[in-house]
């Protein structure tokens, strides 16, 4: 595995592989990789000729009052893991390399990045898609995979890959989740015990809105219902951010469940804030 962290040099790294006719398969990370993360790189190691994992932890699309600075980092773990699932390109860029003093080129994607977590973290979306970018010019990746966990963020990502005409074919995956269903996520780890038992009430609340949805019942205020009084069940939730059935394509509530449907849910325990999301297809 082939360590690297200057942007230019990847650039080049890259571009040989593909003039060679390799295909190039990117996951973006930001690091303290779990078998969420894992499942991704396995998935990339499948259907391409070469793997980049990249790992950087994007200050763009943290808020002023957000977990940067908590965000858990272990790049000497992370690196045994991606040598274990023998990657060919690990890229670590150093912060300074990504964003100079004079960086001020920003994508924005619109309406879609101000729904759901959009509205709760302002500016967010942006940091995402505008990174992502970043990274689409230094790897110029024939696919790129996202984990459908952060649903919102693959919409967004699909809509500025067609838009912006960027080479990728994106890859949406599974989320993979623990025994009791709770989504794997590098933010669990703050979670203190009882939290953690308590955090599966979310996988509960999706898996209730689902079933309900699966019997026949097609309102929207009824299934949001459905999900407040699951999440409301669990005391340890101090947040709910939103609870409700969407659209999975505009993301916008839906009153009336008629075709797919996304079950998308965001609460806080505490500081602590976690999202997750079931796609129905119907
Ligand atoms: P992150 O490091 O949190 O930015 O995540 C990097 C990628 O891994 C994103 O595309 C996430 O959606 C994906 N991911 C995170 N958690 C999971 C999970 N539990 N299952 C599948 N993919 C995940």
Redesign the pocket.
Known sequence: MEILRIPRITQDSCKKHLQRGRSLGLV????ALHN??L??VKRAKMENDVTVVSIFLNPLQFGPAEDLEKYPRDIDEDIKKLRQEEIDILFLPDNNLMYPCSFSAHIEVGPLSERLCGKFRPGHFSGVATVVAKLFNIINPTRAY?????FQ?TVIINRMTKDLNFNADIIV????REHDGL????RNVYLEMEQRSAACVIYQCLSNASESVKSGITSGEKIREIMRQTLLSEPLISQIDYASAYDPEKLEEVDDIKGDVLLAVAVRMGNIRLIDNILLHR
Do not use: E, N, V, W
């Not at 995956?173 to 993979?176: A, L, S, Y």
């Open positions: 973006p990370t930001m690091g969420g993360h499942s991704l996202f984990g459908q966990k952060d963020q995956c599974p989320t993979i989504a794997m996520s590098s």
